[in-house]
């Protein structure tokens, strides 16, 4: 009887263990509407190639009006870009630098009201980051001449990428594509040891698997042995 319930709690907890990292990894995944702001689903796989083109486009486009100071250049080898493509976006910055904005605070303040805020941990700061910075970023259109954001009504920033003027459908698929990448590259800046961490998570769901199967052989042998100890 003893044999039995230890079996079966054995096995209940195996399974709440699973269901629980199910659970984490579902929440942490999934994705939604938010802040009033239908916003796209789209699914970011932090793919090197992804990362690298996003990387750029951050350089080319975003760091006129954004800096970046919780990111180091020398940081982007963990993306796989080689230090002589690290050297050539540092210029003679030091080697311990971190991107900053092209453009003044004075210029970009009397431009837009404002200096745009720091992109390190935009991916964090907003409510289904990623989410919310791909559809800002694809969300402008163009009106009788005006150009606007309708999911975003009344925000400063100018159509950074452009979409709003794409000439045919292929471009604006284009230019989604590289919203999406410099989304990705911003998502790993936001959490730049995520993808480490998840490979150890998946260590050590593994290390517990087989840990569950042999802990359930070793008692197997020890309740036999008592077992023959009763008869
Ligand atoms: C010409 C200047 C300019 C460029 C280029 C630019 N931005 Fe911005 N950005 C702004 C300004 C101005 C704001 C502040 C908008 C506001 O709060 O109304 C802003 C705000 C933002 C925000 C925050 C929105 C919020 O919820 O507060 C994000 C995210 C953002 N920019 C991403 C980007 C990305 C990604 C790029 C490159 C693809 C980019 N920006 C390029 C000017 C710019």
């Known amino acids: ?51 690298q083109r996003g990387a750029m486009i951050y350089y080319d486009v975003c760091r006129i009006c954004h800096s970046m100071k919780y990111i180091r250049y020398k940081t982007l080898q963990e993306i796989g870009l080689s230090n002589k493509q690290i050297d050539t976006l540092r210029g003679d910055k030091p080697e311990n630098s971190t991107p900053e904005k092209t453009t003044s605070d004075h210029m970009l303040s009397t431009l837009y009201g404002q200096v745009p805020p720091d ?38 920033m100018p159509d950074a990428m452009n979409i709003a003027v794409a000439i045919n459908e292929s471009s604006k698929e284009e230019i989604k594509n590289q919203a999406k990448d410099v989304t990705e590259f911003l998502l790993w800046a936001s959490d730049p040891r995520a993808s480490i961490r998840k490979k150890i998570g998946l260590y050590v769901i593994i290390y517990f698997s087989i840990l569950s199967i042999l802990l359930y052989f ?5 309740w036999s042995r008592l077992d023959n100890v009763e008869s």
């Open 1 to 51: 009887m003893i044999k039995q319930v230890v079996l079966v709690c054995l096995i209940l907890s195996t399974a709440c263990f699973n269901i629980f990292l199910a659970t984490i990894i579902f929440v942490t995944t999934s994705f939604a509407t938010t802040n009033n702001h239908p916003l796209e689903n789209i699914v970011f796989s932090q793919d090197p190639a992804s990362l």
């Open 119 to 156: 992109l390190s941990l935009m991916a964090k700061a907003r409510k289904h980051g990623p989410q919310y910075i791909y559809t800002l970023l694809t969300s402008y259109t163009e009106n009788e001449g005006k150009y606007e954001n309708p999911v975003f009504p009344g925000i400063k």
């Open 218 to 222: 070793v008692m197997k042998r020890v």
